[in-house]
């Protein structure tokens, strides 16, 4: 079946530390891959996504691949902020369903 | 910009016990999900719902849950015994589209302690 790993946290880092949160995954196919992002107290927010090889999505100064070859989507952001302090959830969609393939969520520390 | 409502926030229920988590979606919105995390696992799909009807559910939900859309604005998931192993954050979400895309919106959860 389907299924996402990413590293476990938490992650902390300095503001202005580059930042890179690892996502792998296994499906058959060509999932579409998800990056989502959940502030204290809030939902699960889209953070970007991207849907086929090689696509990259960005959005807020965070950016991530999608590669088939080594069936990752890592996370990455060249100066993170404090304000970027979260759990970020990497996820799939496979196939016509509606369900998410969520990984276990990474927490992002970062202090001034 | 609209949101996704779950009430209450926190839940603490006895074990054997019936509990409904409710939520809100976004008024024009057509396609609804539960999901839920345990402490420390990963976010899992438990349900979707369309057109009064479940569309599509995962092996986590049993004869012992339930989801209902009772009238035009509350969308409900029931857990009609609730066990221990049920204590998880209980996420809903909606979209206006079948394939889920950036077009999903999550609320921010109900935690449920089941003791």
């Known amino acids: 079946g389907n299924s996402v790993t990413q590293m476990e946290g938490p992650v902390t880092l300095s503001e202005e530390a580059f930042l890179t949160i690892n996502c792998t995954y296994t499906?058959?196919?060509?999932?579409?891959l998800f990056w989502y992002v959940q502030y204290p107290g809030e939902g699960l927010q889209l953070l970007l996504k991207?849907?086929?090889?090689?696509d990259k999505g960005s959005n807020k100064g965070f950016e991530a691949t999608y590669r088939k070859e080594t069936t990752s989507f890592h996370l990455e952001k060249g100066s993170v902020q404090v304000s970027d302090s979260a759990v970020y959830f990497c996820a799939l969609i496979r196939g016509a369903g509606n369900m998410l393939t969520f990984g276990g969520g990474t927490r992002l520390m970062v202090k001034p | 910009e609209p949101e996704v409502t779950q009430t209450p926030s926190h839940q603490v229920t006895q074990m054997g016990q019936e509990v409904i988590l409710r939520c809100v979606p976004i008024?024009?919105?057509?396609?609804f999900y539960w999901y839920r995390q345990i402490l420390g696992q990963k976010v899992e799909f438990l349900v979707s719902f369309y057109n009064n009807e479940i569309s599509e559910k995962s092996e986590i939900f049993d004869d012992q849950f339930s989801v209902e859309r009772p009238d035009g604005s509350n969308f409900t998931l029931k857990i009609r015994s609730t066990k221990l192993e049920d204590s998880a954050m209980y996420f809903c979400?909606?979209?206006?589209?079948?394939?889920?895309?950036?077009?999903?919106?999550f609320g921010s959860g109900t935690q449920l302690s089941v003791l």
């Open positions: 979400a909606s979209s206006d589209e079948a394939r889920t895309n950036e077009k999903l919106f």
């Open positions: 991207a849907t086929k090889a090689d």
């Open positions: 008024s024009n919105h057509l396609y």
């Open positions: 499906a058959t196919g060509y999932p579409s």
